[in-house]
């Protein structure tokens, strides 16, 4: 059973920039979230996807985008990249009206910025 | 808004020394609790949870209260490995809204290192 998957690994961008990061939910799971990680710190909810709409959103500029597709697979877009947009970004699923709230996390894309 | 407030850390402990890591929350509703652990490299695994008050999470030998009085879920192991070196983060998804659109809060985490 294929657990959360994401890509890149790592990413170096330049200030400015854009970028896109992707996600695959884990096998059987249909809602997939975005977290900011920054070095030292515990991860920020970015948005949530379910159905194809972004359902929720935490206190990040429009900058942030995402995309969910009819598979559940994910992208999560960032544009005129900031120095502090440098975190590790890590992508959770889980299963809508599950019950009580448990996401799985993939272990993350590393994006630097300079 | 909600928010979880965990014990500053780092933490060295011996090998098969008690641990316990404070963990506070604040919260509207009435959230679950979760405790995550995050290896170096890897990314957020899940280490129990409680969904309701007084409930006991227990995984690894590790185990947490839900305690909603002290507004607390306090993680404690009796005998920790140089294995159980990792950062630790707890974490509550706000239980007042509906269907699956619980976003997860964290604390900042706390590091963990077990010296043999």
């Known amino acids: 059973d294929a657990g959360v998957t994401q890509s890149p690994t790592h990413l170096i961008k330049t200030r400015g920039q854009q970028v896109t990061l992707r996600c695959s939910p884990k096998s059987g799971h249909d809602t997939v979230s975005w977290y900011q990680q920054a070095l030292g710190q515990g991860p920020q909810f970015i948005f949530q996807?379910?159905?194809?709409?972004e359902r929720q959103r935490g206190n990040f500029p429009d900058r942030f985008s995402g995309h969910q597709f009819p598979n559940y697979s994910s992208e999560l877009n960032v544009n005129a990249l900031l120095l502090g947009d440098s975190a590790l970004y890590l992508c959770?699923?889980?299963?809508w009206g599950s019950g009580y709230y448990e996401q799985y996390f993939g272990p993350g894309t590393r994006l630097t910025v300079t | 808004g909600d928010s979880v407030t965990q014990m500053e850390g780092p933490v060295t402990l011996s090998e098969e020394a008690f641990l316990t890591i404070n963990c506070t929350y604040t919260a509207t509703g009435y959230p679950s609790l979760f405790w995550y652990v995050q290896y170096p490299g890897e990314g957020l695994q899940l280490l129990l949870k409680a969904t309701k008050a007084d409930d006991k999470g227990s995984n690894k030998g590790f185990e947490a209260t839900y305690r909603k009085e002290t507004t607390s879920f306090h993680l404690e192991k009796g005998s920790v490995q140089v294995s159980d070196s990792a950062v630790y983060f707890c974490a509550l998804s706000d239980g007042n809204s509906g269907g699956s659109n619980y976003k997860l809060t964290f604390g900042k985490g706390t590091l963990l290192t077990v010296n043999p």
């Open positions: 959770a699923s889980s299963l």
């Open positions: 996807y379910y159905e194809e709409e």
